[in-house]
């Protein structure tokens, strides 16, 4: 039987693996400056600008690999305070306050990504997980006590794990979440 510490462990644990890949920058693709200006007509129709394109693999690589990294930084603090037992609630509710912003960032970019369409689904469950951690850390970083923080419980995010793991294979990145780090 799992006592409640070895819960909280695990459920820690899960938290920093949901998070280890699951960061990202977005990236729209801008249009060069055009080299010969062009006099408005004040009657001509004003050109829409051009539409966000999506990333390569190798852009798609770099976006991601970058954001992990400073997700997982965040989440490894929160893990290391979360699973102490200290009783610091200050110190809790700092750590969770700065990996619910960092984690909340995370899912409103991986949400605006040009991403590859054979990345997209497996974004999309990063992303869902994500936005679910920043609701419990949201929790946890508004708690009136240490007791009512470690009350919260944090979704399995098998589906998000596995599809971090999916997303690294095809992009060439580390399976280790913290190794480029």
Do not use: H
Request: glycine share 4%.
């Amino acid at each position: 039987m799992l006592t409640v510490r070895t819960a909280r462990s695990a459920t820690a644990t899960l938290l920093v693996l949901a998070l280890a890949g699951c960061s990202a920058q977005t990236f729209r693709a801008q249009s060069a400056p055009s080299s010969s200006p062009k006099a408005a007509s004040p009657t001509s129709t004003p050109t829409p600008p051009p539409a966000p394109q999506e990333m390569t693999m190798e852009q798609a690589a770099v976006v991601y690999g970058s954001g992990a990294c400073r997700v997982n930084t965040v989440g490894k603090t929160f893990n290391d305070v979360w699973q102490s037992g200290s009783g610091d609630l200050d110190r809790l509710r700092q750590a969770a306050a700065v990996s619910r912003d960092a984690t909340s960032a995370t899912a409103t970019e991986l949400d605006r990504g040009m991403w590859p369409a054979e990345l997209q689904a497996d974004i999309a469950l990063v992303r869902d997980a994500d936005f679910a951690q920043a609701a419990i850390l949201a929790q946890i970083a508004a708690a009136p006590t240490w007791d009512a923080a470690m009350a919260n419980e944090f979704p399995a995010q098998d589906d998000a794990g596995a599809a971090s793991q999916r997303i690294r294979s095809r992009l060439g990145l580390p399976a280790d979440p913290y190794a480029p780090c």
